[in-house]
């Protein structure tokens, strides 16, 4: 029976334990797994733009031995041209997995209703789950658990922080969330975290104080371009900065999931400073999603 992987509530913590493990192996022996998806093809449906989710999965499922065919915008038109289920159901018949990039949410949910082969949510409107799960790879892989940490999400109470608060309850870190009024996560996504402490902050500094890792994402993110105005005078106290880093612990993790706007959500010096692990969880994407691939296509080896 195929599995999706829409949303990291879709796994287990002892499947992402397995992911991470397969991600450390990966990252240690890459030649040890150079032929292990090969034959395999993957579908990238993007109609979104993207740098690092396309370049990490093409690469991921080349050096895996498999094959990557990109369809953006132009080729399929999703939902326009052609109906997510007609595309779903015929692009099962070429591929062996899907990832689908896209706006509404309900659309990764609809092709993978009608697929017949595994579907990967590289991006949607209310969760961005391979970029959570590489998130706290890193973290765990900097600060060697995750249990009891807190990280402090600064910003848009977006997709990347609905996927964050998933990752959190998961794997027992806590959360602080410091958003504007308006801008605060999904109740919905707030109401189920169960597993961790998630707690809600007007004041970046109170939320930043005595945390583990900062976190944070554009403040508008892609399909937001016109509120760009207005987000910016209300987020200008959200900015990741020395003065902030001050406060959370001595050795705090900074992230950011990239494109970063430099100069309104993260300052150059935090983003190119000492505490940043900014590339490595972008470098991290990759390996995390190989180890996705192996774990959907061939199951837990």
Same mark, same amino acid.
């Given at each position: +029976?195929?599995?999706?992987?829409?949303? /990291?509530?879709?796994?287990?913590? $002892?499947?992402?334990?397995?992911?991470?493990? #397969?991600?450390?192996?990966?990252? $240690?022996?890459?030649?040890?797994?150079?032929?292990?998806?090969?034959?395999? &093809?993957?579908?990238?449906?993007?109609?979104?733009?993207?740098?690092?989710?396309?370049?990490?999965?093409?690469?991921? =499922?080349?050096?895996?031995?498999?094959?990557? @065919?990109?369809?953006?915008?132009?080729?399929?038109? #999703?939902?326009?041209?052609?109906?997510?289920?007609?595309?779903? +159901?015929?692009?099962?018949?070429?591929?062996? &997995?899907?990832?689908?990039?896209?706006?509404?949410?309900?659309?990764?949910?609809? =092709?993978?209703?009608?697929?017949?082969?595994? /579907?990967?949510?590289? #991006?949607?409107?209310?969760?961005?789950?391979?970029?959570?799960?590489?998130?706290?790879?890193?973290?765990?892989?900097?600060?060697?658990?995750?249990?009891?940490?807190?990280?402090?999400?600064?910003?848009?109470?977006?997709?990347?922080?609905?996927?964050? @608060?998933?990752?959190?309850?998961?794997?027992?870190?806590?959360?602080?969330?410091?958003?504007?009024?308006?801008?605060?996560?999904?109740?919905?996504?707030?109401?189920?975290?169960?597993? &961790?402490?998630?707690? #809600?902050?007007?004041?970046? @500094?109170?939320? %930043?104080?005595?945390?583990? /890792?900062?976190?944070?994402?554009?403040? %508008?993110?892609?399909?937001?371009?016109?509120?760009?105005?207005?987000?910016?005078? %209300?987020?200008?106290?959200?900015?990741?900065?020395?003065? @902030?880093?001050?406060?959370?612990?001595?050795? /705090?993790?900074?992230?950011?999931?990239?494109?970063?706007?430099?100069?309104?959500?993260?300052?150059?010096?935090?983003?190119?400073?000492?505490?940043?692990?900014?590339?490595?969880?972008?470098?991290?994407? =990759?390996?995390?999603?190989?180890?996705?691939?192996? +774990?959907?296509?061939?199951?837990?080896?």
């Amino acid at each position: +029976m195929k599995k999706d992987f829409i949303s /990291v509530e879709d796994l287990t913590y $002892k499947e992402i334990e397995h992911v991470f493990t #397969l991600t450390a192996s990966l990252k $240690k022996e890459r030649d040890k797994f150079s032929g292990s998806l090969r034959g395999k &093809a993957l579908g990238l449906i993007f109609q979104k733009p993207s740098c690092r989710t396309r370049a990490s999965f093409e690469v991921g =499922m080349y050096q895996l031995g498999g094959y990557s @065919i990109y369809l953006g915008p132009d080729e399929i038109n #999703l939902g326009v041209r052609e109906t997510i289920k007609d595309a779903a +159901m015929t692009l099962s018949r070429y591929v062996d &997995a899907i990832v689908l990039r896209t706006f509404e949410h309900k659309n990764v949910v609809e =092709m993978a209703e009608f697929s017949s082969v595994p /579907v990967i949510n590289g #991006l949607s409107d209310l969760l961005h789950p391979c970029q959570a799960l590489a998130d706290i790879y890193t973290i765990k892989e900097k600060l060697k658990k995750l249990k009891g940490l807190t990280l402090a999400y600064i910003g848009d109470g977006n997709n990347v922080c609905h996927s964050l @608060i998933h990752a959190c309850d998961k794997s027992g870190m806590n959360m602080n969330v410091a958003a504007p009024e308006g801008y605060e996560p999904n109740p919905e996504i707030l109401k189920a975290a169960k597993g &961790a402490k998630i707690r #809600l902050f007007k004041n970046a @500094i109170e939320a %930043a104080s005595n945390t583990d /890792v900062i976190y944070t994402d554009v403040w %508008a993110s892609m399909g937001k371009e016109k509120e760009a105005g207005k987000r910016k005078k %209300a987020f200008r106290d959200f900015q990741i900065n020395s003065k @902030i880093l001050k406060t959370a612990k001595s050795k /705090v993790l900074v992230m950011h999931c990239l494109p970063a706007h430099r100069g309104q959500e993260i300052t150059d010096d935090v983003i190119d400073g000492e505490h940043s692990i900014v590339f490595d969880q972008a470098e991290n994407r =990759m390996h995390v999603q190989k180890a996705i691939l192996i +774990m959907l296509l061939k199951g837990k080896k």
